[in-house]
């Protein structure tokens, strides 16, 4: 029998940018899973090239099957609904989808997300920097700052035009973000629209001597590792799931090509979670004492020491420390410093040098295996073998190299973190 022609797609958008990179992983991978799928991708528009990115209308001609698009422009999208082949839109600087299908992540989740992560730190004051004329940003905002809101924590913003920033020069944008950065309370953590607003509001922070992330605490979103990796110090991000988004966005337009109506509605997908770094790595305490005492755990953590210990360092009674735990933290003493050596512990299960659980739980202050074992699976609902073998089979599918790994650890514990907080 002759085998039917492959469908052949296009994707027209800059496969340069690290995110939308990934969501071309994930198209791929719907492609080589479904099979007979040609994919046809647009060029870098990278000056000095020659190429130039390609939009709908310069497709005009194409003898082809359907389209991937990012756009947000509205004579672009009017016109994807008047040619003949199905298109989904990745774009989202606007509201409005112009009777186009479209899938993305979930915005409002992300700000969630963020929030939950600079809650967890400890942080009472909270700060938004994005855009004003771009629809992701504002419902990044909305979710940052309702959660704010919910937590009981004021939450300041700064929006910029995408437009007239772009007139300005260096010193021009420094001036205006230094003016706001000296207006907040410090320490103050803040969520930037995305990884490169984070980029630059670190670099305002460093010309006027705010201190990373002593002062100012600062995520981002996108987890572009060539930002995120090479700022200084090293950026926290929420991970944006893109792969997924790519996959999904292919398997729409699978189903719409075998005759599925398209949804009326965005297809909105769970953000990964936040990628703890550097900019975010550390806990904020208003109470002196509780900070003495926070500070002489994380620097013993590696040995074994009872909560008197940590109430003589902090020159107080038990029963004080624990009373300003509770006020302060919503935990107690005990149960603070056990979520600290499980944190620590899920670091080293996950290590490329393997050790043996009893090595993990000295090295981790637990007396023993057994202690070690109960507080494990109290903390995440799994054995610390268990979780091993699960996270190291998820990162294998994945290809993850070695530099993500550790990611993902950070990744799990700040989650799990925020979600701990939450519900105390």
């Not at 969520?191 to 010309?207: G, K, M, N, S, V």
């Not at 893109?242 to 189903?255: I, K, T």
Request: charged share 25%; aromatic share 8%.
């Amino acid at each position: 029998m002759r085998k039917s022609a492959p469908r052949k797609v296009a994707i027209l958008y800059p496969t340069s940018i690290p995110w939308i990179a990934l969501c071309v992983e994930g198209i791929r991978q719907f492609a080589r899973e479904q099979g007979g799928w040609h994919l046809f991708s647009s060029p870098p528009s990278v000056h000095g090239t020659g190429e130039s990115a390609l939009s709908l209308r310069s497709m005009r001609g194409w003898k082809g099957d359907a389209i991937i698009v990012i756009s947000d422009d509205e004579d672009e999208l009017r016109y994807a609904r008047r040619i003949r082949i199905p298109v989904v839109n990745l774009g989202g600087g606007s509201s409005k989808t112009f009777g186009v299908p479209r899938v993305m992540v979930n915005h409002y989740k992300a700000g969630r997300l963020a929030a939950d992560h600079l809650l967890s730190c400890g942080l009472r004051n909270l700060a938004f920097f994005g855009w004003r004329d771009l629809w992701y940003s504002g419902q990044r905002q909305l979710g940052f700052t309702e959660r704010a809101r919910e937590a009981g924590v004021e939450c300041r913003s700064l929006l910029r035009s995408s437009r007239d920033e772009s007139n300005e020069n260096w010193a021009g944008r420094i001036a205006s973000l230094a003016r706001w950065l000296a207006s907040l309370p410090l320490p103050t953590g803040i969520f930037a629209a995305h990884d490169y607003r984070a980029q630059f509001l670190i670099e305002a922070c460093q010309e006027v001597g705010l201190r990373i992330p002593a002062d100012i605490a600062v995520v981002g979103m996108d987890n572009n590792e060539a930002v995120c990796e090479h700022t200084f110090p090293t950026l926290s991000s929420v991970s944006r799931n893109s792969r997924r988004v790519g996959w999904e966005a292919a398997s729409l337009l699978d189903r719409i090509m075998a005759g599925e109506e398209p949804p009326d509605e965005n297809m909105l997908l769970e953000p990964d979670g936040v990628v703890a770094r550097q900019s975010t790595a550390m806990q904020y305490c208003e109470n002196p004492l509780v900070q003495r005492a926070l500070d002489f755990m994380r620097e013993h953590l590696g040995e074994q020491f009872n909560i008197s210990t940590v109430a003589e360092h902090a020159g107080v009674s038990k029963r004080t420390l624990e009373t300003r735990f509770r006020e302060t933290l919503s935990s107690t003493p005990h149960g603070f410093l056990t979520k600290l050596r499980v944190d620590r512990a899920e670091s080293m299960l996950l290590m490329p040098q393997k050790r043996t659980i009893d090595q993990i739980a000295a090295d981790c202050g637990f007396g023993t295996a057994t202690a070690f074992y109960a507080a494990f699976r109290r903390q995440t609902g799994q054995s610390p073998a268990s979780f091993r073998r699960e996270t190291s089979r998820a990162l294998l599918e994945r290809g993850t190299p070695e530099k993500a790994l550790n990611s993902l650890t950070s990744h799990r514990i700040s989650t799990r973190r925020a979600a701990v907080r939450t519900s105390s």
